[in-house]
């Protein structure tokens, strides 16, 4: 048996309840204290599981937030400010930096004639601006100078050759006015099947009431007249889609649909293209940017609809997958071609 066998053995009889019933108070609260387990590293454990309480005041009460914020203010407020080392006093010390005026050596004077020097001496420095330009001087003045100067018939450049360079003026783009059309007019005319109605344009009109959007494609499903249905922006969703393609079923003159900028989800627009394949009337169909990405089944959905219908010439959709993409760019110029091989019958 081991030495260290040997110093364990005179601990296997001792009890141990017997030597805590004569431990004090203090002793078990430092034994206490001592049996915890700690992970000052664990992040993830609150403050009071990382380190021992080791406080012995009681507490003050609950967490008065406003009373904290002022005690610290009002000591803020009570602390002395420092002294700065230097006070600043505004003085300017040292001579400021002259340039030197650099005289130019006798072999690198050029003289003119008397005629070039009275021009160039009452010349101003737009006009000497031009000349470098012409003289092919880029480096003494902007890309902008350079350019206008070489492009432009006329003296342009009227900041000088030492300038420096200003940004182009900003040109504002007045906000595009609202849609004047007035929509109650609009299903009236549609459902009455008007022949001088060809074009619904509801762009950019965001409070049309669901149930009337509904009711515009129900009454679009018997007319003959109009051949452009376009709804960009109108907040149009599914139901709204799949009212368009229960119209699309039905109508034998649309030619061009437009749903562009909607929130129009995937199971919208399968609904629609869905729909396309049994109408043989449609030239363009735009569905393009709508609030989430269709995903890729619908991408394989709109190339396979492009393929299978050949009256499809405009198709407006940014693909994001390469191979829908070609397959699309395929279809459509294959579309286009029969389109003119028809057009010269």
């Not at 009681?58 to 008065?64: A, K, M």
């Not at 003289?111 to 010349?123: C, I, M, N, S």
């Not at 940004?167 to 595009?176: H, I, L, R, S, T």
Request: one cysteine or more; proline letters at 6%; glycine letters at 4%.
């Amino acid at each position: 048996m081991s030495s260290y066998q040997k110093e364990l053995e005179k601990y296997r009889d001792i009890d141990e309840d017997e030597i805590l019933r004569t431990l004090s108070p203090e002793e078990l609260e430092q034994l206490d204290c001592e049996l915890q387990e700690m992970d000052p590293e664990n992040m993830l454990l609150p403050a009071g599981l990382r380190q021992r309480d080791q406080t012995k005041k009681s507490p003050t009460g609950p967490l008065d937030r406003e009373a904290l914020l002022q005690y610290l203010e009002q000591q803020a407020l009570e602390v002395k400010e420092r002294d700065d080392l230097v006070p600043f006093t505004g003085e300017k010390k040292g001579k400021p930096y002259i340039q030197p005026k650099r005289e130019i050596p006798a072999e690198e004077q050029i003289t003119l004639e008397p005629e070039l020097e009275e021009a160039l001496a009452h010349a101003t420095d737009a006009e000497m601006c031009d000349i470098a330009a012409i003289l092919d001087m880029y480096t003494l003045m902007s890309n902008k100078q350079y350019y206008d100067a070489l492009c432009s018939g006329e003296i342009c450049n009227t900041e000088g050759i030492s300038s420096v360079v200003q940004p182009d003026k900003y040109k504002p783009v007045p906000d595009e006015p609202p849609n004047p059309t007035n929509i109650e007019e609009i299903l009236k005319r549609v459902r009455s099947n008007d022949k001088e109605l060809e074009e619904v344009n509801l762009n950019n009109i965001q409070d049309i009431p669901i149930p009337m959007l509904s009711e515009l494609c129900d009454a679009m499903k018997a007319n003959t007249y109009v051949r452009s249905f376009s709804l960009v922006a109108t907040r149009s969703g599914d139901p709204i889609a799949n009212a368009v393609a229960d119209m699309l079923r039905e109508n034998r003159s649309l030619q061009s649909l437009n749903i562009e900028s909607n929130f129009i989800s995937s199971t919208g627009l399968m609904a629609v293209l869905k729909a396309v394949r049994e109408n043989a009337t449609l030239t363009e169909l735009r569905v393009d940017n709508q609030r989430q990405w269709p995903g890729d089944a619908v991408e394989m959905e709109m190339a396979t609809v492009l393929e299978q219908c050949p009256s499809i010439v405009r198709f407006g959709y940014h693909f994001t997958q390469q191979g829908p993409r070609a397959r699309a760019a395929q279809a459509m110029t294959r579309n286009n071609e029969l389109r003119r091989q028809q057009k010269k019958r």
